[in-house]
């Protein structure tokens, strides 16, 4: 299969390509400087290039696509990690801020997570039994002394816990429909693939690989930050929950506005919808996520990767309310969760995955690693807007806890949609090509930065200083 080009347009907007009124980049000199780019990351990678030239039986070249998003035509290979450190397999040594895209905020191979590994795999043995061991209910308990829900229940990844819980909030309102944000990000969910376009209309996002159905029949989609977009959605009732990461975080960090959150909460309890908080990356506001740190009242919350250290996994909690709700069906027979209900799988909550959340939950993620996290991520804005403010760039930096991103617009994007139009392939390109080759990482396919408790302050300085002559570099300054 052809490798992916380097040269091509990434994500779901066009690539510019002349500037515009307000645009303070000069386009010609930033594909020339895009390709000098180019030429020392192939060069300094030559290892990386090979093992990529020879993986012929990997679609697209790599183990997952995502990684082929990597900025200059192949991604860097792996040779060793730790903490928030990175070495390629050409010797090169980063500061990692990509972290797995969220999945090791804990660190790489964090001491605690590691220990517990090896003594499930090795001491006692049993990485998979269909057996529970006593993990599962520590981390079942710490999850509802974070979180605020009662009861939790395991997968293997955020995406399958979002499914699961989707089919429950369907069965115990008999509604058919989910409400979600235009450009919102729950995993690979189907009906969540879903935007709003100019007109106002329900479709396809752009790019979503064969559909089952057209995701206008199974959701309704409204505008984050807009309370009267998800009133009309709601108005139809036949919503069964509202779907939301309590900020968008793949599109760019798209922070709620005040008030937005508990307006949502009203709304879902007077059109008799459920209401599902997703903290997958919104974990990074604190040990309990937004829902702790905003006092948030969901009926269903999801979280994923990060609480297992590395290791895949992923959990759903439900309130009171609608446990009892769900009991009743499963009474009368008229649901199935135990065998073929569509709601588990045969790896889920296995005795590795729970014992590497217990110790990532018990001695890793801990209030004091996010606090210190957080006065990380602060530093590392406060770096950005730096640059910004000196060359007067109509850019922004957003920052939820530990994780920041820049966004190539002014001010900060308050939709998913005004986000999505301030993507830039071209700048995200230079940037990461300049970054990657001075010894810093961001996540591929964004400009999203995560510190993780091994994180430190000249990690973060290094890239204030990066960013700063990348940004001079480009303007000829």
Known sequence: MAAPNPDAPRGDKPRRDAPRGDEPVPRDRLRRLTARERERYAADHPTSRALFDQADHLIGRVPMTWMSKWSGGFPLYLDTAAGARVTDVDGHRYADFALGDTGAMAGHSAPAVTAAINRRARQQGGITTMLPTEDAEWVAAE???????????FSLSATDANRWAIRLARLVTGRGKILVFSYCYHGSVDETFAILDDAGDVRSRPGNVGPAVDPASTTRVAHFNDLESVRAGLEHGDVAVIVTEPALTNIGIVLPEPGFLDGLRRLASQHGALLLIDETHTLSAGPGGMTATEGLRPDIVVVGKSIGGGVACGAYGITEQVAARLAEHTRSGAADIVDVGGVGGTLAGNALSTAAMRATLSEVLTEQAFEKMGELAARYTAGVQASIDEHRLPWSISRLGARAEY?????????????????????????????ANRGVLLTPFHNMALMCPATEVADVD????????????????
Do not use: K
């Not at 290094?462 to 300054?477: K, M």
């Open 462 to 477: 290094l890239h204030t200083e990066l960013f700063a002559a990348a940004v001079s570099d480009l303007l000829g300054r």
């Open 143 to 153: 999850l509802a002394r974070r979180f605020g829900l009662p009861y939790w229940s």
């Open 407 to 435: 966004r190539f617009s002014s001010p900060a994007p308050r939709t998913g949609n005004d986000s999505a139009a301030a993507a830039d392939p071209e700048l995200d390109e230079y940037l990461h090509l300049y970054l």
